[in-house]
């Protein structure tokens, strides 16, 4: 059993920043990737930033060079460094954590972004 607990989500204004925190425990020998996803209303859910064991990161067109992902693998913990936030950005965020062979997600964190 994986457990992911997320934290650091809120309402900021046009511009602020926020830091999301993932932190997974459990049956856990050995992590793959880290990453976010989000999903506002009516909308699917997309991928925001993942980072690789090798640490090699990818992140969605609409948020590269103001988010941030990162990791600590000493802590079995994922970060996502959100600067110069949009409206656009407002949704429910989800860390996800990939082992060998499954899968798990957080609860998800909200995102609110006010103009």
């Known amino acids: 059993q994986v457990q992911l607990v997320e934290s650091g989500g809120g309402l900021v204004q046009v511009g602020g920043s926020l830091r999301l925190s993932c932190a997974a425990s459990?049956?856990?020998?050995?992590?793959?990737?880290m990453g976010w996803y989000r999903q506002a209303p009516g909308k699917q859910r997309e991928l925001v930033a993942v980072?690789?064991?090798?640490?090699?990161?990818t992140y969605a067109d609409a948020v590269k060079g103001r988010f941030t992902i990162s990791r600590n693998n000493a802590k079995n913990t994922v970060y996502l460094q959100m600067n110069s936030l949009k409206p656009e950005d407002t949704a429910v965020y989800y860390c996800n954590v990939r082992l060998l062979l499954s899968s798990h997600w957080g609860q998800g964190t909200q995102v609110t972004v006010s103009s």
């Open positions: 980072v690789s064991s090798a640490d090699i990161t």
């Open positions: 459990g049956s856990i020998f050995s992590i793959n990737t």
